[in-house]
Each structure stands twice: as C-alpha cells, then as structure tokens.
C-alpha cells in the first residue's frame, strides 16, 4: 500500500552529500515531496528529512539505499506520533480594501503572519503541518498569489524518542 | 613530503604493489613521485579503460584491492565504464585521477572534467582532496570502503596543486567512518533458523554468486556435509568444482535445465553472496515459484529484499556464515529429490554435435580438458562467454574473470593482463569474440611489453553473435548491423604485428593439436579459431521470461 513517510537521516556535513543522497533517489527511481536541510547542535553533523510516498518495499529499499551511502549516519522513519512543520512565505495582489479585509481573515484562521505589505502586495508567513499549508494556500488560490516559497517538511517524533548517533568508534 | 610521494607512501601503507595506470598533464607529479619508488610496480596500458578492466582482474584473482591512475579530463573519463563495471561486480578498486589545480576547478580548465559528479553514481564512494594533509586518511578510507562490506571501486581525485603542495600532516593508523559498519557477523538467531529449515526443507538448493568467492572453504564443507544441489551464478562459477557431484550449473538465461527446473520445483534455497539480478530470475513473479523459505546471506543489507522477499534473511559475510552454516549442518534427506534432478541432467546435457565443424563449445571444452579446469580464464562478452561458463570446468575459486553486471565486451584482454600479472605463474586463458576483442585490442602492446603469457583463444564467428543470436529468435532473422566478417581484420598477423605469435585453426580435426600449441608457448599467443557463425548458445530463457519458456535446443532451421 502506499503511504506517505516522513524520512530524517543525519549526515556527515561534506560538500556534495545533498547531490549523493539526490542523485541516489533520482537514479532508483523514488520520489521525493519535499525535503529540508539544516545544520544541528552537533558540529559536522546535518539533518535532512524527506517526505516520500511508497509501498513498504520501496521505503525499505529507500532507507536501505540511504544507509549505503557513507556519509548517512543514520535513517530514521518517522512511524510513531510525530510533529511535522514547514514554513511558507507567501506574496498575494491586493487589489482593493475589501480584498485586504478578506485576506486578513483567511491569514488568521490559518494563524499566518503577514510579514511585509505593500500597496498592491501582501506577504504571508505560515507555519505547520503540509496539510494546514496546502489549505491555505488553496483559501489564497481564489486571489492572486504572485509567488510562494515552501521549505519542506520537518519532522520530529514526540515525548522523549529521539535520534541518537552511536558513539564514534574506531572500526580496522 | 609532497602530496605526490604522500599517496604512494600512503599506497605502499595499504599493501600496494602493482598500479595500473597511464599517465598525462594533471597526473605528473604522482608519475614523477613514481619514478622513485621501486617497491611500486606499474603497469602502463594503452588506454585507461584497460588499465581499469586489468586492474578488476588484478583484484578479483588476487582477493586484494586493485589499484588504477590515470590523468584529469578524457583519462579519468576512460574510466567510466570500468568503474561501473566494478560497481556492478562487487569489485574492490581505488581509482587515483589528476585533477586540474583546486583554483581552476569550475573554470572549464584545459581538460578539466567533474569527475567526482560523473562518478558519482558509479562509485561506492568517492573524495575530491582540496588539502595535502587529509591525504592519508583519504587513502586509508578508501581502500576500507573499496574492499570491505560490499567491495566496490572508490574514486580519489586529485588536484595538481595538492599533489605538488607540502605535507605537514601525519598517517592515521585506523579509519573512522562513522556511517560505515559494514555487518560481518550473521545473527545467530538467523543461522539457527535457517538450519531447521534446512532440515526440513525437501527440494532444497544452494545457490552461491560472486560474493561466495572467498567463502569457498566452508561452502565446500557445507555442501560436502549437506549434499545439497548447487547452482552457481555467473560469478559463482568456482566456488563449488565444476566437477563436484552436487554441482547442477549456472541458473538463468543460460543456465542448464537441471539448474533452472531444480530452483523452479525448490521448497527452499539458500542464497550465498549473490543479488538475484534478471538474468538469473528472469520474470520476478514466476521465479521459483514453489518456494517456501529463501534463506538469503548477504553482507550488503540492500540486496536482501530488493528482488524477492527472503522468509530468512541473513546479513553477513559470506564466509562467517558459512563456517557455522557448514558446523551447524547435518546430511540432507533428499533422495527423492536428488533423482528427479538426476533424471533432469540424464536428459538434458549439454550438448552439441560432433561433426565436422568447428564449433566454439568444442574448443572451450577441449580446453577444459587439457587444463582440468584449472587456468584462470577471463572472457569478452557474447556468445562466447556464455559458451565459456557453460563448457569450462572451472575448478577453482577466483579463476572465472567476466563482466557479468555490467556485460561490458571489451573486458576479457585487459582482465587477462590483470589476472595474469596478479598470479604470474599460473595459465591464463582469455575466451575472446571478435567483436569484443576489437573493443580493446590495443592492450596486446601491454601483454608484449610486460612479457605476460596469457593464451588468447579467439573465437571468431564473424559476427557479433549474439546480438544476432537474438535477431535469430525474436526479429525474424534481421540480422541488422552484425556481420563483421568482411571487415575483421587479419588476426594472425595483427597479433604478429605486436609480436605476439598466433595461427589460425580452421577444422575441428585440428583442434587437439592447437590446444596443445596454445598452451605449449612459453610466452603469449594468439590462436583464431574460426568458428561456426549460425551457432546459438542453448538453453535459453528468453529476457522476462521462466523456466516454463525455456528454449532447450536450437530451432530446427538453425541446426544444420
Ligand atoms: C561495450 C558493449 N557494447 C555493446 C554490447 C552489446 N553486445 C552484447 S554481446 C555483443 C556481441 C559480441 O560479439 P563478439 O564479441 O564477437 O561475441 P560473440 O557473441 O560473437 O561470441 C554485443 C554487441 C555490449 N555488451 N558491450
Ligand atoms: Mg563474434
């Protein structure tokens, strides 16, 4: 059956790691929704988190291929309860006062920030799950969006789970 | 030091003694570092694709790392399809490439190419050294990933300047690759289980590849204690003797109908180092389709799973495995099995007619039959490579040298070169087609300038057989582009022209004295035999097709 996954791998911070991982996943043949990078706490060491859709067989075989790359330190599934975030900043045409009004309203159920206006210009900053972003930028398809930027999801499981890194260790 | 000498100090570190290798402008420091090291012997091939292909054979008969240079730019590309070749047949090899200096990368410098990027998905893994100091890690990690875990070719590219700049750093003793633990130990739990399956299993198989190379000893054992059938993969032959009662052949597109319909009638096989590829399965969902329990030993996690679901899967090394497999394994009551399988090999041999022509399968096995099967053989790719696996009795471990992954004709001479320079006193038999000899020919001036006496067995049908093998049975005989016939060169005065001594062997009556020719030089030699074009290698299982497809003989009209 397939089903969406939320993938986060920590990784050796290298020049080209990103390429590998991308190239790997373009030449098997998998898809990626989205993805996300970032330095973490730990010096030289970085976190992706994918969202992918597949079958059992191809996740196995995604992370699989994930950790025969040298520089992944580690491949986690998000399976369990989990919180999912991704940021969006989004510019809309205003045109008149009522359609500020109107857009306020949506910005506000949706919790989103405006964060930079001008006179034919709104821009909106949005943050959580995929699902909540699509939705609203499905409310704000019925204006005139002038352009969107998505950073992809981010994944973290909840309550005390998380992902340790085996203790560096001198192999022969 | 400078980076140059730091990499051969680095080299000479890991057991180095033979590079193979061409030189040019991105690479002349190391060359220049080379001139003085004694210890480091260095093979100059003619182009770098035969220095990678004699470098894959040097590694795979040796059991030891092969070690290939070659310039920036077109040298480094040469060695594309080599490393590919090596990336598909699990072979363990350290690529060293000139690279233009660090401050002109990205400028479309004089030969400059991205060969981290184009190697990329070919390579295990691969390192662009922008600092003289990590120079010796680099190296010591590569050679780890190259021969550890899945071995695999790993790719070190080096800038000029860093190979000019000062060294001031140390050698590290021990590699720390984080993200790198290759499982060596099989789980005890899993041998356990797949002990009693074995135990209760009544069509029961051994299947080993080319991982199972270096695991000959216990497999040996195992089979020796189990009397279990075995079936070896193209890069299997050798593990098991040829001549090994339990031994049923190759499985596959090839393979011999007692193998095919034993894997198609098992309740259970037990996988050994090999990755179940398509032309050993053939359609996926038809492959074995009475199995119950697929045991599947595999030190690379990724290969288990990815074809077919194995009930018991083992991620180890071959060899480790083995060993307990082979302690822990008792005698197989299979008796009603084993006649079936008999019967199946009664009925189907391998045959072909004994008249009066020459035929490639006849010269493979009068070879066998001279050597015993214990030469080293290395082959192109076609219709005389499967002949070669099919008709040679290979004997023993590491002595079956083809490009099996990839298909890359071209690969037999230079493997020949490799094979022969990593066990120099041992005969090396190249099975070659004339098609795939002119792919790299030029390396006969490598075999005359190092003196190796490797036995070059040309097959020469005239034809790039079989492409027109398959035209024969699936395009109604359009035999499009195939015929070479008119244009082949002279072969015996082609290898005389290099020097090498050669004759050519045209009817079947002279066969028994050519092979004892051949094998009678004390130094290389190359014997064309001229053989029939029409002929097909059977039995086939057609691309995507089962055992049920199987093609036993040749249609009626191909025959005579
Ligand atoms: C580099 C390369 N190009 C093309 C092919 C496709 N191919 C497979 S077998 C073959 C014909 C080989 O001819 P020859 O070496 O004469 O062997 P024969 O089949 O005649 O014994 C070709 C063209 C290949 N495997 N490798
Ligand atoms: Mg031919």
């Known amino acids: 059956m397939r089903q969406r996954h939320v993938i986060s791998v920590l990784v050796e911070d290298h020049p080209r790691v990103l390429t590998r991982i991308t190239s790997m996943f373009a030449r098997r043949g998998f898809n990626i929704d989205s993805l996300a990078v970032g330095r973490t706490h730990i010096p030289g060491v970085s976190r992706i988190s994918f969202v992918v859709e597949g079958d059992d067989r191809t996740i196995e075989q995604v992370e699989k291929q994930l950790n025969r790359l040298i520089e992944v330190l580690k491949v986690v599934d998000h399976e369990g309860p989990r919180l999912e975030r991704e940021l969006a900043l989004v510019k809309v045409r205003v045109e008149g006062i009522e359609e500020r009004i109107e857009l306020k309203e949506i910005a506000e159920a949706f919790r989103a920030q405006i964060v930079d206006v001008a006179r034919h210009a709104l821009t909106f900053e949005v943050t959580g799950h995929p699902a909540k972003i699509d939705r609203f930028l499905e409310e704000l398809s019925n204006y005139g969006v002038l352009e969107t930027m998505r950073t992809g999801a981010l994944a973290m499981d909840r309550g005390e789970r998380v992902i340790k890194l085996r203790a560096r260790r001198e192999a022969v | ?560």
């Open chain 2, 1 to 560: 030091m400078t980076g140059a000498e730091v990499l051969l100090e680095a080299l000479v570190r890991e057991g180095v003694e033979v590079l193979f290798g061409h030189p040019g402008g991105a690479i002349m420091p190391v060359y220049d570092a080379l001139y003085h090291r004694r210890e480091l012997r260095h093979i100059l091939t003619r182009h770098e694709q035969g220095a990678g292909h004699a470098a894959t054979a040097y590694a795979r008969a040796s059991g030891r790392v092969g070690v290939v240079l070659a310039t920036s730019g077109p040298g480094a590309l040469n060695l594309t399809t080599p490393l590919a070749d090596a990336m598909m047949d699990a072979t363990p090899l350290v690529a060293i490439t000139g690279q233009v200096p660090t401050t002109a990368v990205g400028t479309d410098a004089f030969q400059e190419a991205d060969v981290t990027g184009v190697t990329m998905p070919i390579t295990k893994h691969n390192y662009l050294v922008t600092d003289v100091n990590d120079l010796p890690r680099i190296v010591k990690e590569a050679f780890h990933i190259a021969r550890t875990g899945r071995p695999g070719p790993v790719l070190i590219d080096l800038p000029k300047d860093v190979q000019n700049d000062t060294f001031t750093g140390s050698f590290p003793e021990a590699v720390d690759l984080p993200g790198y633990r290759p499982t060596y130990k099989g789980h005890p739990r899993q041998i356990e289980r797949a002990l009693a399956a074995l135990r209760a299993a009544e069509r029961p198989v051994l299947m080993v590849g080319g991982g199972a190379q270096h695991a000959a000893d216990p497999i040996r054992r195992f089979v020796e204690r189990t009397g279990i059938p075995t079936i070896a993969t193209l890069h299997g032959l050798g593990v098991v003797a040829a001549d090994d009662p339990r031994f049923l052949g190759m499985p596959g597109m090839h393979g011999t109908v007692a193998a095919n319909r034993a894997i198609h009638e098992a309740d259970l096989i037990l996988g050994i180092g090999l990755r179940f590829d398509d032309r050993v399965t053939g359609d996926v969902a038809r492959f074995a389709p009475n199995l119950k329990t697929l045991i599947h030993v595999n030190i690379d996690p990724a290969d288990i799973g990815k074809v077919i679901e194995a009930q018991i899967p083992v991620v180890g090394d071959a060899a480790w495995v083995a060993e307990r497999l082979a302690d822990g394994a008792e005698r197989l009551r299979i008796d009603p099995w084993w006649r079936r399988i008999r019967h199946w090999q009664a009925e189907y041999p391998l045959p072909f007619p004994e008249d009066d022509v020459l035929r490639s399968q006849a010269v493979i096995k009068a070879f066998g039959e001279a050597t015993g099967g214990e030469a080293l053989v290395t082959t192109g790719v076609g219709q005389h490579q499967m002949f070669a696996a099919q008709f040679y009795p290979v004997k023993h471990p590491r002595s079956f040298l083809t490009s099996g992954g990839l298909g890359t004709m071209g690969f037999g001479l230079p493997a020949a070169i490799g094979a022969q320079v990593a066990r120099p006193e041992e005969t090396v038999i190249l099975f070659d087609g004339d098609g795939s000899f002119q792919m790299t020919l030029q390396e006969l001036a490598t075999v005359t300038k190092y003196r190796l006496p490797v036995k070059i067995v040309l097959l020469n049908n005239g034809f790039l057989g079989m492409v027109r093998q398959w035209q024969d049975l699936f395009y109604e005989d359009r035999y499009s582009e195939v015929f070479l016939a008119d244009s082949n060169p002279d072969f015996v005065k082609l290898a005389e022209a290099y020097g090498i001594p050669a004759f050519r062997v045209e009817r079947p009556e002279e066969l028994g004295a050519a092979v004892e020719r051949t094998l009678g030089e004390a130094g290389p030699v190359l014997a064309e035999f001229r053989v029939r074009a029409e002929e097909g290698v059977f039995p086939m299982i057609p691309a995507g097709g089962s055992t049920e497809d199987m093609i036993t003989e040749p249609p009626e009209e191909a025959r005579s």
